[in-house]
Protein backbone atom coordinates (compact mmCIF):
# COMPACT_ATOMS: atom_id res chain seq x y z
CA UNK A 1 0.00 0.00 0.00
CA UNK A 2 1.02 3.62 -0.60
CA UNK A 3 1.74 5.83 2.75
CA UNK A 4 3.31 8.95 3.21
CA UNK A 5 6.43 9.12 5.29
CA UNK A 6 8.69 12.01 6.56
CA UNK A 7 12.26 11.45 4.82
CA UNK A 8 13.74 14.79 6.45
CA UNK A 9 12.91 18.09 6.92
CA UNK A 10 11.03 19.42 4.53
CA UNK A 11 10.85 16.09 2.64
CA UNK A 12 7.61 14.26 2.84
CA UNK A 13 7.75 10.88 0.35
CA UNK A 14 4.89 8.61 -0.77
CA UNK A 15 6.34 5.04 -0.30
CA UNK A 16 5.11 1.42 -0.90
CA UNK A 17 4.89 -0.08 2.97
CA UNK A 18 2.98 -3.60 3.42
CA UNK A 19 -0.85 -3.18 4.55
CA UNK A 20 -0.76 -3.72 8.64
CA UNK A 21 -2.74 -6.47 9.40
CA UNK A 22 -5.09 -7.77 12.25
CA UNK A 23 -3.35 -8.37 15.35
CA UNK A 24 -6.15 -7.60 18.10
CA UNK A 25 -9.44 -9.28 18.36
CA UNK A 26 -10.37 -5.65 19.63
CA UNK A 27 -8.71 -3.97 16.18
CA UNK A 28 -10.25 -2.95 12.72
CA UNK A 29 -9.01 -2.67 9.40
CA UNK A 30 -9.73 0.49 8.20
CA UNK A 31 -9.44 1.98 4.49
CA UNK A 32 -8.67 5.39 5.07
CA UNK A 33 -10.74 8.10 2.62
CA UNK A 34 -9.91 11.40 3.98
CA UNK A 35 -6.95 12.81 5.83
CA UNK A 36 -7.08 16.50 7.04
CA UNK A 37 -3.40 18.62 7.23
CA UNK A 38 -2.97 19.55 10.70
CA UNK A 39 -0.59 22.33 11.95
CA UNK A 40 0.92 19.86 14.19
CA UNK A 41 1.95 17.61 11.06
CA UNK A 42 3.12 20.60 9.21
CA UNK A 43 5.31 21.75 12.67
CA UNK A 44 6.92 17.84 12.66
CA UNK A 45 7.71 18.01 8.33
CA UNK A 46 9.67 21.79 8.92
CA UNK A 47 10.92 21.15 12.67
CA UNK A 48 11.55 17.64 12.50
CA UNK A 49 9.93 17.85 16.66
CA UNK A 50 7.45 19.52 18.45
CA UNK A 51 9.00 20.17 22.28
CA UNK A 52 10.88 17.30 23.04
CA UNK A 53 9.01 14.72 20.34
CA UNK A 54 11.26 14.40 17.65
CA UNK A 55 10.73 12.43 14.62
CA UNK A 56 13.44 9.81 13.76
CA UNK A 57 13.05 9.91 9.94
CA UNK A 58 11.57 7.58 8.32
CA UNK A 59 8.21 8.63 10.13
CA UNK A 60 4.62 8.28 9.33
CA UNK A 61 2.18 11.40 9.49
CA UNK A 62 -1.48 12.48 9.91
CA UNK A 63 -4.05 11.72 12.15
CA UNK A 64 -7.34 13.85 11.01
CA UNK A 65 -8.69 10.85 9.13
CA UNK A 66 -11.98 8.87 8.31
CA UNK A 67 -11.90 5.81 6.64
CA UNK A 68 -14.30 2.64 5.83
CA UNK A 69 -14.19 -0.46 7.57
CA UNK A 70 -13.18 -3.31 5.44
CA UNK A 71 -12.40 -6.04 8.09
CA UNK A 72 -13.81 -6.25 12.40
CA UNK A 73 -11.92 -8.15 14.98
CA UNK A 74 -13.72 -10.85 16.83
CA UNK A 75 -14.20 -9.16 19.72
CA UNK A 76 -14.49 -5.65 17.91
CA UNK A 77 -18.82 -5.04 19.17
CA UNK A 78 -20.60 -2.20 17.53
CA UNK A 79 -18.32 -1.87 13.77
CA UNK A 80 -19.37 -3.49 10.64
CA UNK A 81 -17.44 -3.71 7.21
CA UNK A 82 -18.63 -1.19 4.62
CA UNK A 83 -19.20 0.95 7.74
CA UNK A 84 -17.66 4.36 7.28
CA UNK A 85 -16.28 6.33 10.43
CA UNK A 86 -14.20 9.33 11.87
CA UNK A 87 -11.65 8.57 13.61
CA UNK A 88 -10.32 9.51 17.34
CA UNK A 89 -6.22 8.96 16.41
CA UNK A 90 -5.22 9.13 20.73
CA UNK A 91 -5.05 5.37 21.75
CA UNK A 92 -5.45 5.26 26.04
CA UNK A 93 -3.58 2.51 27.66
CA UNK A 94 -6.83 2.03 29.35
CA UNK A 95 -5.00 1.14 32.69
CA UNK A 96 -3.58 3.99 34.12
CA UNK A 97 -4.30 6.65 36.73
CA UNK A 98 -4.98 8.88 34.15
CA UNK A 99 -7.14 6.34 32.61
CA UNK A 100 -8.82 4.92 35.54
CA UNK A 101 -9.73 8.97 36.26
CA UNK A 102 -11.29 9.29 32.96
CA UNK A 103 -8.95 11.59 31.27
CA UNK A 104 -7.79 9.09 28.70
CA UNK A 105 -6.41 12.31 27.23
CA UNK A 106 -3.36 12.20 29.48
CA UNK A 107 -3.04 8.71 29.36
CA UNK A 108 0.21 8.26 30.60
CA UNK A 109 0.82 5.24 27.89
CA UNK A 110 -0.96 7.10 25.39
CA UNK A 111 -0.04 6.38 21.73
CA UNK A 112 -1.45 9.23 19.18
CA UNK A 113 -1.75 8.07 15.43
CA UNK A 114 1.60 9.87 13.43
CA UNK A 115 2.99 11.00 16.87
CA UNK A 116 6.98 10.01 16.54
CA UNK A 117 7.76 6.51 17.76
CA UNK A 118 3.82 6.07 18.68
CA UNK A 119 1.43 4.45 16.32
CA UNK A 120 1.40 5.12 12.62
CA UNK A 121 0.18 8.09 10.62
CA UNK A 122 -2.98 7.91 9.31
CA UNK A 123 -2.01 9.14 5.46
CA UNK A 124 -1.77 5.53 4.25
CA UNK A 125 -4.35 3.65 2.62
CA UNK A 126 -5.08 1.10 4.97
CA UNK A 127 -4.56 1.46 8.72
CA UNK A 128 -5.36 -0.55 11.79
CA UNK A 129 -7.03 0.95 14.94
CA UNK A 130 -8.50 -0.01 18.03
CA UNK A 131 -12.20 -0.42 17.34
CA UNK A 132 -12.99 1.97 20.41
CA UNK A 133 -11.39 4.61 18.48
CA UNK A 134 -14.03 4.75 15.98
CA UNK A 135 -17.19 6.57 15.21
CA UNK A 136 -19.38 5.70 12.56
CA UNK A 137 -21.09 8.42 10.57
CA UNK A 138 -24.85 9.05 9.58
CA UNK A 139 -25.11 8.77 5.90
CA UNK A 140 -25.46 12.27 4.96
CA UNK A 141 -22.01 13.23 6.90
CA UNK A 142 -19.05 13.27 4.64
CA UNK A 143 -16.00 11.87 4.72
CA UNK A 144 -14.63 15.47 4.36
CA UNK A 145 -16.65 16.74 6.72
CA UNK A 146 -15.84 13.45 8.79
CA UNK A 147 -11.63 14.57 8.65
CA UNK A 148 -12.84 17.71 10.34
CA UNK A 149 -14.02 16.03 13.83
CA UNK A 150 -10.78 15.27 15.58
CA UNK A 151 -10.24 19.47 15.18
CA UNK A 152 -13.91 19.85 15.90
CA UNK A 153 -13.76 17.81 18.92
CA UNK A 154 -9.96 19.57 20.72
CA UNK A 155 -12.57 22.61 19.99
CA UNK A 156 -15.63 21.51 21.93
CA UNK A 157 -13.68 20.21 24.60
CA UNK A 158 -12.00 23.52 24.64
CA UNK A 159 -15.43 25.06 24.88
CA UNK A 160 -16.53 22.45 27.60
CA UNK A 161 -13.39 23.15 30.16
CA UNK A 162 -14.28 26.81 30.04
CA UNK A 163 -17.29 26.77 31.25
CA UNK A 164 -18.58 29.64 29.44
CA UNK A 165 -22.74 30.28 29.12
CA UNK A 166 -24.75 31.45 27.03
CA UNK A 167 -24.69 34.96 25.92
CA UNK A 168 -20.68 34.87 27.15
CA UNK A 169 -18.78 37.31 25.21
CA UNK A 170 -15.51 35.84 23.93
CA UNK A 171 -12.18 36.67 22.01
CA UNK A 172 -10.59 33.47 19.74
CA UNK A 173 -7.08 34.72 18.94
CA UNK A 174 -5.98 32.92 15.79
CA UNK A 175 -8.70 31.80 13.69
CA UNK A 176 -6.72 28.76 11.49
CA UNK A 177 -8.63 25.26 11.53
CA UNK A 178 -8.83 24.76 15.60
CA UNK A 179 -9.64 28.70 16.01
CA UNK A 180 -12.48 28.55 13.59
CA UNK A 181 -13.61 25.01 15.15
CA UNK A 182 -13.71 27.01 18.51
CA UNK A 183 -15.46 29.71 17.07
CA UNK A 184 -18.27 26.99 15.89
CA UNK A 185 -18.53 24.65 19.06
CA UNK A 186 -18.78 28.50 21.10
CA UNK A 187 -21.71 29.77 18.51
CA UNK A 188 -23.65 25.95 19.16
CA UNK A 189 -23.19 26.41 22.33
CA UNK A 190 -25.15 29.76 22.25
CA UNK A 191 -22.22 32.63 23.40
CA UNK A 192 -22.93 36.11 22.41
CA UNK A 193 -20.74 38.60 20.74
CA UNK A 194 -17.67 36.83 19.37
CA UNK A 195 -14.08 38.51 18.37
CA UNK A 196 -11.78 37.19 16.16
CA UNK A 197 -8.53 37.97 14.73
CA UNK A 198 -6.06 36.29 12.56
CA UNK A 199 -3.05 37.57 10.57
CA UNK A 200 -4.56 36.16 7.12
CA UNK A 201 -7.45 38.05 5.76
CA UNK A 202 -9.01 35.33 4.12
CA UNK A 203 -9.18 33.06 7.30
CA UNK A 204 -11.26 36.20 9.01
CA UNK A 205 -13.04 36.01 5.77
CA UNK A 206 -14.01 32.19 6.57
CA UNK A 207 -14.99 33.54 10.53
CA UNK A 208 -17.37 35.55 9.32
CA UNK A 209 -19.00 32.72 7.48
CA UNK A 210 -19.19 30.91 10.44
CA UNK A 211 -20.74 33.91 12.46
CA UNK A 212 -17.81 35.92 14.02
CA UNK A 213 -19.47 39.37 15.10
CA UNK A 214 -16.42 41.03 14.61
CA UNK A 215 -13.01 39.98 12.94
CA UNK A 216 -10.05 41.73 12.19
CA UNK A 217 -6.08 41.25 11.53
CA UNK A 218 -3.80 42.70 13.80
CA UNK A 219 -1.24 44.02 11.02
CA UNK A 220 -3.97 46.65 10.14
CA UNK A 221 -5.76 47.91 13.35
CA UNK A 222 -4.94 47.57 17.48
CA UNK A 223 -6.74 44.79 18.24
CA UNK A 224 -7.06 45.25 21.89
CA UNK A 225 -7.67 48.86 21.34
CA UNK A 226 -10.90 47.93 19.60
CA UNK A 227 -12.09 45.42 21.17
CA UNK A 228 -11.86 47.38 23.96
CA UNK A 229 -13.69 49.89 23.11
CA UNK A 230 -16.64 47.51 21.89
CA UNK A 231 -16.48 45.93 24.69
CA UNK A 232 -15.28 48.17 27.63
CA UNK A 233 -16.21 46.06 30.62
CA UNK A 234 -13.81 42.93 29.31
CA UNK A 235 -14.46 39.94 27.63
CA UNK A 236 -15.37 36.26 29.81
CA UNK A 237 -13.55 34.25 28.00
CA UNK A 238 -10.83 34.42 25.98
CA UNK A 239 -9.57 31.32 23.43
CA UNK A 240 -5.99 31.92 22.54
CA UNK A 241 -5.38 29.72 19.34
CA UNK A 242 -2.37 31.21 17.46
CA UNK A 243 0.05 29.61 20.00
CA UNK A 244 2.38 32.97 19.81
CA UNK A 245 3.38 35.56 22.49
CA UNK A 246 1.58 38.52 21.14
CA UNK A 247 -1.84 36.52 21.32
CA UNK A 248 -1.45 35.79 25.05
CA UNK A 249 -0.50 39.41 26.00
CA UNK A 250 -3.70 40.47 23.40
CA UNK A 251 -5.91 38.10 25.91
CA UNK A 252 -4.76 38.71 29.38
CA UNK A 253 -5.87 42.43 27.96
CA UNK A 254 -8.85 42.54 26.52
CA UNK A 255 -10.53 39.77 29.29
CA UNK A 256 -12.60 41.38 32.30
CA UNK A 257 -11.52 40.56 35.65
CA UNK A 258 -12.21 37.00 36.77
CA UNK A 259 -12.09 35.80 32.92
CA UNK A 260 -11.21 32.94 31.71
CA UNK A 261 -7.96 32.54 29.43
CA UNK A 262 -7.56 28.93 27.65
CA UNK A 263 -4.24 28.25 25.69
CA UNK A 264 -5.23 25.88 22.77
CA UNK A 265 -3.05 26.93 20.47
CA UNK A 266 0.96 24.98 20.32
CA UNK A 267 3.43 27.10 20.43
CA UNK A 268 6.27 26.94 18.46
CA UNK A 269 8.27 28.64 21.38
CA UNK A 270 9.17 26.30 24.20
CA UNK A 271 8.77 29.13 26.50
CA UNK A 272 6.04 31.93 27.01
CA UNK A 273 5.70 34.71 29.41
CA UNK A 274 2.92 36.46 31.13
CA UNK A 275 2.45 39.95 32.92
CA UNK A 276 2.02 38.70 36.21
CA UNK A 277 0.15 41.26 37.92
CA UNK A 278 -2.10 41.92 35.38
CA UNK A 279 -2.86 38.28 35.48
CA UNK A 280 -2.72 39.00 39.26
CA UNK A 281 -5.25 41.94 39.34
CA UNK A 282 -7.68 40.65 37.30
CA UNK A 283 -7.78 37.06 38.95
CA UNK A 284 -7.44 35.79 35.22
CA UNK A 285 -7.91 31.79 34.99
CA UNK A 286 -5.48 29.95 32.82
CA UNK A 287 -6.53 26.81 31.77
CA UNK A 288 -4.30 24.52 28.79
CA UNK A 289 -6.50 22.30 26.54
CA UNK A 290 -4.48 18.96 25.81
CA UNK A 291 -6.76 17.31 22.35
CA UNK A 292 -9.76 16.60 23.99
CA UNK A 293 -11.60 14.44 26.08
CA UNK A 294 -15.28 12.41 25.46
CA UNK A 295 -15.79 14.73 22.44
CA UNK A 296 -15.41 12.92 19.31
CA UNK A 297 -18.78 11.95 19.68
CA UNK A 298 -20.58 14.79 20.15
CA UNK A 299 -18.22 16.48 17.35
CA UNK A 300 -20.02 13.76 14.73
CA UNK A 301 -23.42 14.64 16.03
CA UNK A 302 -23.01 18.24 16.09
CA UNK A 303 -21.94 18.41 12.85
CA UNK A 304 -25.04 15.64 11.66
CA UNK A 305 -27.38 17.77 13.30
CA UNK A 306 -25.92 20.97 11.42
CA UNK A 307 -24.82 22.55 14.87
CA UNK A 308 -21.73 23.30 13.47
CA UNK A 309 -20.88 23.62 9.74
CA UNK A 310 -17.63 22.95 9.21
CA UNK A 311 -17.75 23.19 5.25
CA UNK A 312 -16.41 26.88 5.08
CA UNK A 313 -13.05 25.23 6.41
CA UNK A 314 -12.74 23.23 3.82
CA UNK A 315 -10.31 25.38 1.30
CA UNK A 316 -8.49 22.93 -0.71
CA UNK A 317 -8.30 19.39 -2.12
CA UNK A 318 -5.25 16.98 -3.02
CA UNK A 319 -4.68 13.46 -3.47
CA UNK A 320 -1.92 11.47 -1.61
CA UNK A 321 0.80 11.62 -4.46
CA UNK A 322 0.22 15.51 -3.72
CA UNK A 323 0.56 15.51 -0.30
CA UNK A 324 4.07 17.13 0.17
CA UNK A 325 2.04 19.84 -2.03
CA UNK A 326 -0.51 20.40 0.63
CA UNK A 327 1.99 20.52 3.49
CA UNK A 328 3.34 23.14 1.48
CA UNK A 329 0.59 25.39 0.87
CA UNK A 330 -0.37 24.90 4.68
CA UNK A 331 3.33 25.73 6.14
CA UNK A 332 3.11 28.78 3.72
CA UNK A 333 -0.65 30.01 4.51
CA UNK A 334 -0.59 30.73 0.68
CA UNK A 335 -3.82 30.66 -1.54
CA UNK A 336 -6.09 31.40 1.74
CA UNK A 337 -5.88 27.38 3.03
CA UNK A 338 -7.70 26.71 6.10
CA UNK A 339 -7.78 23.09 5.85
CA UNK A 340 -6.73 20.81 2.96
CA UNK A 341 -8.13 17.78 2.92
CA UNK A 342 -5.57 14.59 0.96
CA UNK A 343 -8.36 12.38 -0.57
CA UNK A 344 -6.38 9.19 0.03
CA UNK A 345 -8.37 6.28 -1.62
CA UNK A 346 -10.61 6.95 -4.94
ZN1 LIG B 1 -4.85 17.94 14.37
ZN1 LIG C 1 -3.62 5.23 30.31
Known sequence: MKAAFLTGIRQLQILDTPEPKLTSPHDVLLRIDTVGVCGSDVHYYTMGRIGNQVV???ERVGHECAGTVVKVGGEATGLRVGQRVAVDPLIACGQCDQCQSGRRHT???QRFLGNPGEAPGALAEVLTVPAESCYPLPDHVTQVQAALVEPLSVALYAQRLSGIRPGA???VLGSGPIGLCVLLAC?????GATYVTDLVDE???VARQCGATWAANP????VVADITQLQPLGLDC???CAGQQQTLDQAVQVLKPGGQLLIVGIPELDRVSFSIH?????EIQVLNVRRQNHCTGPAVEMISRGAANVDPLVTHHFSIVQAKDAFDLVDGYRDGVVKAIIHVSG
Open 56 to 58: KFP
Open 107 to 109: CRR
Open 169 to 171: EIG
Open 187 to 191: RAAGV
Open 203 to 205: RLE
Open 219 to 222: QETD
Open 238 to 240: VFE
Open 278 to 282: ALRRK
